[in-house]
Nanobody, 120 residues
Framework: QVQLVESGGGLVQPGGSLRLSCAAS????????MGWYRQAPGKQRELVAV???????TYADSVKGRFTMSRDNVKNTVYLQMTSLKPEDTAVYYC??????????????WGQGTQVTVSS
């Protein structure tokens, strides 16, 4: 089993920045891919970024150029740096993990989610 714990959500003004973190624990040797999803009220869950074990990344068009996903393999943590935030970025952000890289990818483990609210 793999446990994922997100942190870093909060309230930010439009145009601002926020960094989310996701710490992984458990049988992490089985995980090659990490990703971030988001779900806004009344909308389907959306995959926004994926990173492979080697650091390759893929982003949804809606966040490309504004969000950056990275990983620290020593700390078993992935990050989502979000800049130029817009009100439409408001959502619960979920960390996810799987075995095979892709966009989308087969998600086997989920975090509990962290709320990001972009509002003035």
């Amino acid at each position: 089993q793999v446990q994922l714990v997100e942190s870093g959500g909060g309230l930010v003004q439009p145009g601002g920045s926020l960094r989310l973190s996701c710490a992984a624990s458990g049988t992490i040797y089985s995980i090659n891919t990490m990703g971030w999803y988001r779900q806004a009220p009344g909308k389907q869950r959306e995959l926004v970024a994926v990173i492979s074990s080697s650091g390759s990344t893929t982003y949804a068009d809606s966040v490309k150029g504004r969000f950056t996903m990275s990983r620290d393999n020593v700390k078993n943590t992935v990050y989502l740096q979000m800049t130029s935030l817009k009100p439409e970025d408001t959502a619960v952000y979920y960390c996810a993990a799987g075995r095979v890289y892709g966009f989308p990818f087969t998600t086997e483990y989920w975090g509990q989610g962290t709320q990001v609210t972009v509002s003035s």
